[in-house]
């Protein structure tokens, strides 16, 4: 059919050849790309809404047009296949036409969130070798100043407002769509919350990711007729692809854009499109659930509530349909790969009680003890998994990924979970340090780093320490460095914002201490501090 070759990307580990054979004589990957799933349904319906965004709707022979228009104008940029564009985007429609352009063309996006700060954008463009910046207006001064200069790899930066103009993305000519990459490719880098430090990036290829999304579709009752609210930020893996908005796409749905999902803004948006799927992070939830704006709205459009991110209690888990009229999905993932939910005809015990199954009979979970032997069912122990989309390594980390994935090739999740006799999952925390404040993942050491650039510290141990609506806040201990002006915690939070860090990742609480506890070898006991 065509001559393209395999793309080439050094740092990437590949299924061995057998499994990857073994996933596409079961029909797992197919032959399509994350391209041709927008254009397929555009085919199918182009006038059907594809997007609501404020008074914005775009129907599908839109977005597909606006697409082909983006891609063309990415080109002229001299954006071709296999280059990074770091997408630094929050939840506007220009949003869909620069990650499915960049598709079309091959080249791939890096979802970075909109919280993150300037210091992460500089990290993923060096890291990824990026080829272009994508933000918004909002983000553009603190990001865009000097990014290009500091960055040989960048070609440019666009900054989009989003209901204006973007000549870069509105070319003329457009293109034609046509197959550029081959369906095994990396499609795009996601990222991951991370343990040691920076966010890692995760290559999914088309093959691996669709699959994913097509199974979530069909286990999560995501049709034409799915009107899907999203109000958490559009580049996470959750709202990406679980089903998330390429589920929506996937099946000709309609995709309605909030800001964020405060129930003023949500509820509103819920009554006048009659939407009917939503997905949120535990704490979102609580604000839900005890909101006097409940009564005030009709939801009854609202079939199903998904939460996941974090650990979703039972306690409130059975409030969810008495109190919003809707059933809860449970859906524990990882940008990594696997992806659990509970089944929409589920008994109530396993809805609120579990975090759900994997989605495919072909997901490969072993719960382990300390030395790697498989636990009786309903112990708890360290969550393995490899599976038709679930990588087999990092992008660009072979040490990291001696650690993170088994020789044999499973993912080290580093959750704690129990297995039922029937294969669900429920989560009791995580053997790493990650801090997971609201959903969003923080890696202590990050922080650590940063704060140690700061003069008046002399050490740093940055934890989690619960919180009811949060699951957890950020704690710092700091230990002040002898002879230097006294710091107070607000200078040190000014100080960590003044170099870009994302506002999720400044801590909470900032304790100044004389010394930290040790563990018997000396290291930092984190667990003492908890
Ligand atoms: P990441 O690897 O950055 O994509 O983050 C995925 C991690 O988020 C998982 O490994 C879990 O620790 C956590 N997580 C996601 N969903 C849930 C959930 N429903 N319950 C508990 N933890 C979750
Ligand atoms: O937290 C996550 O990363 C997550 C949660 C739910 C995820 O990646 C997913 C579903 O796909």
């Not at 909002?138 to 990014?147: A, C, F, H, I, N």
């Not at 072909?362 to 679930?390: C, F, I, K, M």
Request: contains cysteine.
């Amino acid at each position: 059919m065509s001559a393209i070759e395999p793309l080439r990307l050094d740092g990437v580990v590949p299924y061995p050849d057998d499994v990857a054979e073994r996933y596409r004589s079961a029909g797992h990957w197919t032959d399509e790309t994350l391209a041709d799933i927008l254009f397929a349904s555009v085919e199918a319906g182009p006038d059907r809404t594809a997007v609501i965004a404020g008074e914005t709707a775009w129907t599908y022979r839109e977005l597909g047009d606006r697409v082909l228009r983006a891609a063309r104008g990415l080109q002229n940029l001299g954006i071709e296949r296999g280059d990074r564009v770091v997408v630094h985007l929050p939840n506007v429609p220009e949003y869909l036409v620069v990650v499915f352009a960049l598709f079309e063309l091959g080249a791939l996006p890096v979802f970075a969130l909109a919280a993150h700060g300037r210091r992460d954008i500089e990290h993923f463009a060096s890291f990824a070798e990026a080829r272009l910046y994508i933000t918004s207006s909002e983000k553009s001064p603190q990001t865009v100043p000097g990014l290009v200069e500091a960055h040989p790899s960048l070609l440019g930066a666009i900054v989009v407002s989003t209901g204006a103009p973007v000549p870069e993305l509105e070319a003329e000519d457009p293109r034609e769509h046509e197959r550029r990459s081959l369906p095994g490719d990396i499609a795009f880098l996601q990222l991951s919350g991370g343990t040691t430090g920076r966010p890692k990036m995760i290559p999914r290829t088309h093959v691996d990711y669709l699959y994913s999304v097509r199974e979530s579709n069909r286990i999560c009752g995501v049709d034409a007729r799915t009107v899907q609210l999203v109000v958490l930020p559009i580049s996470h893996n959750f709202t990406m692809s679980s089903p998330g908005v390429l589920g929506a796409i996937l099946a000709g749905g309609t995709i309605v854009l909030a800001p964020h999902g405060a129930p003023d803004v949500a509820f509103g948006l819920i009554e006048r499109h009659r939407v009917t799927q939503v997905s949120l992070v535990p704490p979102l939830v609580m604000t839900w659930l005890n909101s006097p704006l409940v009564s005030a709205h009709d939801l009854s459009s609202l079939e199903t509530i998904q939460v996941g991110g974090a650990k979703f209690g039972r306690t409130a888990a059975a409030r969810v349909r008495p109190e919003l009229g809707a059933r809860l999905q449970q859906v524990f993932g990882m940008a990594e790969g696997l992806v659990n939910y509970t089944r929409l005809d589920d008994d109530e015990e396993t809805i609120v009680g579990t975090q759900g199954r994997p989605i495919s009979a072909d997901d490969e979970v072993r719960v382990v003890d300390s030395h790697g032997r498989d636990v009786a069912v309903g112990e708890p122990g360290d969550l393995l998994t490899r599976g038709p989309y679930t990588i087999r390594g990092y992008f660009r980390a072979p040490e990291h990924n001696a650690r993170s994935f088994t020789p044999d090739g499973y993912y080290r999740t580093g959750d704690i979970v129990r297995r039922d006799e029937r294969g669900y999952l429920t989560v009791m925390g995580r053997s790493k340090d990650l801090i997971n404040c609201g959903g969003e993942k923080v890696a202590p050491s990050e922080i650590e780093d940063l704060l140690l650039g700061h003069d008046a510290v002399h050490d740093v141990s940055v934890v989690g320490i619960p919180d009811d609506a949060l699951g957890e806040r950020i704690k710092a201990f700091v230990i002040a460095r002898a002879g230097s002006a006294a710091a107070r915690a607000i200078d040190l939070k000014r100080f960590m914002r003044s170099r870009g860090i994302a506002e999720f990742k400044v801590p909470h609480v900032i304790e100044f201490v004389d010394e930290f506890p040790h563990t018997a070898v000396g290291k930092v006991s984190k667990r003492d501090q908890r």
